[in-house]
């Protein structure tokens, strides 16, 4: 994978109950094969009582406070993505396949990721992370136009 501006930026993890055994999976393949450093913002085990927003509004602040980038994990993924896109800034994809997260990207200049912990096998989610990671390009013109509309809501 090639390493550009976007590959840079701080890189946040978290997840609720339902996608906390993909956290894991997702943290050793980020560590181990692709090198890139992260933080994790729990679930730091698994509980059942663990609530998604307990975990992915720290994180999504935090990535729009850095600049980062967030992956938002709970079990059918649109908790997470609900939760994330509360806050200012975030604008967090809800992808089931590898071309919606490289669509997230070059189209809607996503910062945050929802994967579906219940749904998705891992080397499925582990494809879908990737592309993602590696879309840098942002296409701007007419999306940018459309982000900026969606950020006047914001304010």
């Not at 894991?24 to 609530?51: C, M, P, S, V």
Request: glycine fraction near 8%; charged fraction near 30%; charge should be positive.
């Amino acid at each position: 994978m090639t390493i550009k501006s976007w590959d840079k930026r701080p890189l946040y993890l978290a997840a609720d109950h339902g996608g906390y055994q993909l956290k894991k999976r997702l943290a050793r393949y980020l560590k181990n094969e692709l090198k890139i450093k992260f933080t994790d913002f729990g679930a730091k085990t698994y509980n059942e009582q663990d609530d998604f927003p307990d975990f992915i509004i720290p994180a999504a602040k935090k990535t729009v406070k850095t600049n980062g980038r967030g992956i938002f994990i709970c079990g059918s993924g649109i908790g997470a993505c609900i939760a994330a896109n509360k806050v200012k800034g975030i604008r967090a994809a809800l992808a089931y396949n590898i071309e919606s997260a490289g669509l997230s990207r070059l189209h809607n200049d996503s910062n945050g990721l929802c994967l579906a912990g219940r749904v998705l096998s891992e080397e499925h989610a582990i494809s879908i992370v990737k592309k993602w990671l590696e879309t840098a390009d942002f296409l701007e013109g007419k999306y940018e136009k459309r982000n900026k509309k969606i950020a006047k809501i914001e304010k």
